[in-house]
């Protein structure tokens, strides 16, 4: 898997306090990043971090994210929901990310087409349900990821949910009313 930096954060140490056997499990896992990360990291924002040290040096007196992006990626279908203070959870459009390197967002093709539209579907009202039982109502959005699974089949990951009114779905609007749905 490709490990992709986003971004850096401040990690308070005060307010998480780990058991011994989590500080263990910390340890190895910063060993396993200090021996893969030099081999692995795709630089996502290049004009903040030119190179490998100018982003380990931030991230060891910062903290930060890092994520990581399976091989087996074939997709990136969103799912913009609008969340009724009733309860009822609307699908109001969805689109697929186009992704340029290094990861970065670049245009939406609507509709999504990397996975099957009712399991998309199906996953994103379970989701806003779960998010209005959580106390969030209005405008939602579901980033997923779809992955191609060794048998052929395919397998989708939620890996954002952002309470906003996004760019996509007024695009997507504009466009429906202009062609009269």
């Not at 308070?12 to 081999?39: G, N």
Request: aromatic share 12%; hydrophobic share 45%; glycine share 6%.
């Amino acid at each position: 898997a490709a490990i992709i930096a986003a971004t850096t954060v401040k990690f308070d140490h005060e307010k998480y306090a780990l058991s011994e056997e989590q500080y263990v499990t910390v340890f190895r896992l910063f060993e396993l990043l200090y021996r893969q990360l030099p081999r692995r990291l795709h630089l996502a924002c290049r004009e903040y971090y030119p190179t490998y040290k100018d982003f380990i040096a931030t991230f060891a007196a910062q903290g930060g994210v890092i994520e990581a992006c399976p091989q087996s990626a074939v997709g990136s279908p969103c799912v913009n929901l609008f969340l009724d203070p009733s309860g009822s959870v609307s699908v109001l459009s969805t689109h697929e990310k186009i992704f340029c390197y290094p990861y970065q967002a670049i245009g939406s093709t609507f509709p999504q087409s990397s996975v099957p539209h009712r399991a998309l579907y199906d996953a994103a009202v379970t989701i806003g349900g779960a998010a209005y039982g959580a106390g969030v109502i209005g405008h939602v959005v579901v980033d997923f990821v779809t992955l191609s699974e060794p048998d052929g089949s395919l397998k989708v990951w939620v890996v954002d949910l952002r309470p906003t009114l996004s760019a996509s779905l007024l695009h997507f609007q504009l466009f429906d009313f202009l062609t009269v749905g």
